[in-house]
C-alpha cells in the first residue's frame, strides 16, 4: 500500500477550487491517502513536522514555487519523496521537472514517477529551490499581487514587469566567484539560478539543471525599454548569454554587493537582501519526476 500525505495550499491560484478533484484522482487501488487540512501557506511546515511521522512513503505537495519555498525545510527534515503539483500561476519549478500543467499527468507522475535526488540553493541561510533575484525580480514580485494574478493569470507577469521597469534603476554590483576575479558592473538585473526556468518561463542559463552541483548567475545591463521588450523573446530560449551587455557566471558559491543595498526574491517571495551570499546544497532533496523526459531542466531524464 502506497501512503501518500497530501498538502494543498488553498491560496495557490487553483488550489481552493481542486481540492475534491485532486482527492478523486488519488483514489486509486493499493494508494492510501492521507490528507491534512491546509488554511494558510504558513501552516505547512508545521503539517509536514507533525504528520510525516506516520510512515507516508511520499509527500504530494500541491501549489505554486511560493508554497513549495514556504515548506521546504520541513521537505529536506522529511527526507522521503516529493511529488509537485502544478497549482500556482507559472509554476517554474514544475516546468523545470517536466511536470505536465494537467492534474492527470502530475498525478500520474506523483504515483508513478522516477526518484530523483536535487539540488537546493541557499542565500544568506535561507533555502530556495529554483531562482533568486536581485533588481527587476523583487520589484515584479511586489507587483504581482493576488489580485493581479487572478485577474490575469499567465499575463500578470508582463504587466508586472512593464511596471516594474517603469520604477527600477541601475544599481551596481560586486561580484565573487569560486575561483574567479571579483568583477564589478552596473546593472538592473540579476538571477542566481538553482534551476533553469523562472519569471514565467525566462531562463537563466539553457545548460542550468536542478540537480548539476552549480549555480548560474545571470546580469543585465541596463538597457531602454524598447530593447528590453525587443530582446525578451530571446530570454525564453536562453539566448541573451553572448549579448555584448549580460554577463553570465557559473560557480558552487557566489558573493554579491550592491550599491545601494537591494532586496532578494527567490521562489517569487522576498526573502533577504544584499549583501548576500549563496550557496548549493547538492541532492538536498528528493522529487519525484517524469519517466521519459526530454529537455526539461534536469539531467539524464
Given at each position: 500500500?502506497?501512503?501518500?500525505?497530501?498538502?494543498?495550499?488553498?491560496?495557490?491560484?487553483?488550489?481552493?477550487?481542486?481540492?475534491?478533484?485532486?482527492?478523486?484522482?488519488?483514489?486509486?487501488?493499493?494508494?492510501?491517502?492521507?490528507g491534512r487540512k491546509v488554511h494558510a501557506p504558513e501552516d505547512l511546515a508545521e503539517l509536514l513536522d507533525s504528520s510525516v511521522g506516520r510512515d507516508a512513503d511520499r509527500i504530494i505537495i500541491g501549489?505554486?514555487?511560493?508554497?513549495?519555498?514556504?515548506?521546504?525545510?520541513a521537505l529536506m527534515r522529511a527526507q522521503i519523496p516529493v511529488a509537485v503539483l502544478p497549482l500556482g500561476t507559472a509554476n517554474d519549478f514544475a516546468h523545470n521537472l517536466g511536470i505536465p500543467s494537467?492534474?492527470?499527468?502530475?498525478?500520474?507522475?506523483?504515483?508513478?514517477?522516477?526518484?530523483?535526488?536535487?539540488?537546493?540553493?541557499?542565500?544568506?541561510?535561507?533555502?530556495?529551490?529554483?531562482?533568486?533575484?536581485?533588481?527587476?525580480?523583487?520589484?515584479?514580485?511586489?507587483?504581482?499581487?493576488?489580485?493581479?494574478?487572478?485577474?490575469?493569470?499567465?499575463?500578470?507577469?508582463?504587466?508586472?514587469?512593464?511596471?516594474?521597469?517603469?520604477?527600477?534603476?541601475?544599481?551596481?554590483?560586486?561580484?565573487?566567484?569560486?575561483?574567479?576575479?571579483?568583477?564589478?558592473?552596473?546593472?538592473?538585473?540579476?538571477?542566481?539560478?538553482?534551476?533553469?526556468?523562472?519569471?514565467?518561463?525566462?531562463?537563466?542559463?539553457?545548460?542550468?539543471?536542478?540537480?548539476?552541483?552549480?549555480?548560474?548567475?545571470?546580469?543585465?545591463?541596463?538597457?531602454?525599454?524598447?530593447?528590453?521588450?525587443?530582446?525578451?523573446?530571446?530570454?525564453?530560449?536562453?539566448?541573451?548569454?553572448?549579448?555584448?551587455?549580460?554577463?553570465?557566471?557559473?560557480?558552487?558559491?557566489?558573493?554579491?554587493?550592491?550599491?545601494?543595498?537591494?532586496?532578494?526574491?527567490?521562489?517569487?517571495?522576498?526573502?533577504?537582501?544584499?549583501?548576500?551570499?549563496?550557496?548549493?546544497?547538492?541532492?538536498?532533496?528528493?522529487?519525484?519526476?517524469?519517466?521519459?523526459?526530454?529537455?526539461?531542466?534536469?539531467?539524464?531524464?
Open positions: 500500500m502506497l501512503k501518500c500525505l497530501l498538502l494543498i495550499n488553498p491560496r495557490s491560484r487553483s488550489g481552493g477550487d481542486v481540492q475534491s478533484q485532486v482527492q478523486r484522482l488519488f483514489e486509486q487501488p493499493g494508494v492510501e491517502l492521507v501549489g505554486g514555487d511560493g508554497t513549495l519555498n514556504a515548506c521546504l525545510p494537467d492534474l492527470d499527468g502530475a498525478t500520474t507522475i506523483a504515483l508513478t514517477g522516477q526518484e530523483r535526488r536535487i539540488d537546493v540553493g541557499c542565500v544568506n541561510g535561507r533555502a530556495f529551490l529554483n531562482v533568486a533575484t536581485i533588481g527587476l525580480g523583487p520589484e515584479v514580485t511586489r507587483h504581482l499581487t493576488s489580485e493581479l494574478k487572478a485577474r490575469l493569470g499567465f499575463l500578470s507577469y508582463p504587466r508586472a514587469l512593464m511596471s516594474a521597469y517603469r520604477e527600477a534603476r541601475p544599481f551596481r554590483v560586486r561580484l565573487e566567484a569560486e575561483e574567479q576575479h571579483a568583477m564589478r558592473l552596473r546593472c538592473i538585473h540579476l538571477a542566481i539560478g538553482n534551476g533553469r526556468y523562472y519569471g514565467g518561463g525566462a531562463i537563466v542559463n539553457h545548460p542550468a539543471r536542478v540537480d548539476d552541483g552549480l549555480l548560474h548567475l545571470s546580469a543585465l545591463r541596463p538597457r531602454p525599454l524598447w530593447r528590453l521588450l525587443l530582446q525578451a523573446p530571446l530570454f525564453g530560449f536562453g539566448w541573451h548569454r553572448p549579448a555584448p551587455d549580460a554577463v553570465a557566471i557559473v560557480s558552487r558559491e557566489l558573493v554579491v554587493e550592491t550599491d545601494p543595498p537591494k532586496h532578494i526574491s527567490a521562489d517569487g517571495e522576498i526573502m533577504s537582501n544584499t549583501p548576500a551570499t549563496f550557496e548549493l546544497r547538492p541532492q538536498a532533496l528528493s522529487i519525484l519526476v517524469p519517466r521519459i523526459n526530454r529537455g526539461a531542466g534536469i539531467r539524464g531524464v
